[in-house]
């Protein structure tokens, strides 16, 4: 079945510094990929929406430039967190669909990762 | 916009006992899909079963079944047999052909 790598799984990083989020398509060709960020006991909470070879859609409220999104490529997105803090610590998912409905009827979820900020 | 709701924040159920997790949806689409994922404590997120609004069946997936009651705009899953293992989150998703939209979730605990 389509797969979707996520990694790392953890990371803790000093406030100040960028974390780099990575989501690979494993046996697929994501055409779009979302990355969703999840708080303590909260839904998903979609943050972007990335198209290859496209700038990313951001949702309202959600810091473009603080939260850096490129799908390069059918088979890697990255979410960069720059200059992390204390309150961006949370759960980030990404999800993944070829558009043609392979795999969990067309959305594959990543494993997730969760951003520790000290 | 797209509202999913799920009215019971935790659920206890019995080992070996059946449970129905809520669901209701809030569209004007004609053409949607209904997901349920489960999110146990490690984060990812599970697919459990899926159901298009054109579906004439209730979609079924082993111990896993959707009533499916499109008037009423409710997808509750139904889950037969609870195992310890079913104690997760459960997320009810809606996918109105852009994206999904989640659930607030519900906790089920299955209790010895």
């Known amino acids: 079945g389509a797969v979707v790598s996520q990694h790392p799984s953890r990371v803790i990083c000093k406030s100040g510094t960028s974390v780099k989020i990575e989501c690979r398509s494993l046996?697929?060709?994501?055409?779009?990929m979302f990355w969703y960020r999840q708080f303590p006991k909260q839904s998903l909470m979609l943050m972007a929406t990335s198209n290859e070879g496209s700038k990313a859609t951001y949702e309202q409220g959600v810091e473009k430039d603080k939260f850096l999104i490129n799908h390069a490529s059918l088979t890697l997105s990255t979410l960069t967190v720059t200059s992390a803090h204390p309150e961006d610590s949370s759960f980030y998912i990404c999800?993944?669909?070829?558009?043609?409905?392979?795999?969990?009827?067309?959305?594959?979820f990543g494993s997730g990762t969760r951003l520790t900020v000290v | 916009a797209q509202k999913i709701t799920q009215t019971q924040p935790g659920m206890f159920v019995q080992e070996k006992e059946a449970v129905t997790l809520d669901c209701t949806y809030d569209?004007?689409?004609?053409?949607?899909?209904l997901f349920w994922y489960k999110q146990p404590s490690s984060g990812e997120m599970i697919f459990l079963i899926y159901q298009g609004s054109y579906d004439q069946q209730n979609a079924t997936e082993g111990r896993y079944s959707l009533n499916f009651q499109k008037a009423r705009k409710s997808a509750n899953l139904v889950i037969s047999a609870s195992q310890l293992g079913d104690s997760a989150m459960y997320f009810c998703a809606e996918d109105y052909g852009q994206n999904f939209v989640f659930g607030p979730g519900t906790r089920l605990s299955v209790l010895p």
């Open positions: 046996d697929f060709q994501a055409t779009t």
């Open positions: 569209t004007s689409d004609p053409s949607y899909g």
């Open positions: 999800s993944a669909t070829s558009g043609q409905g392979i795999g969990n009827y067309g959305y594959t």
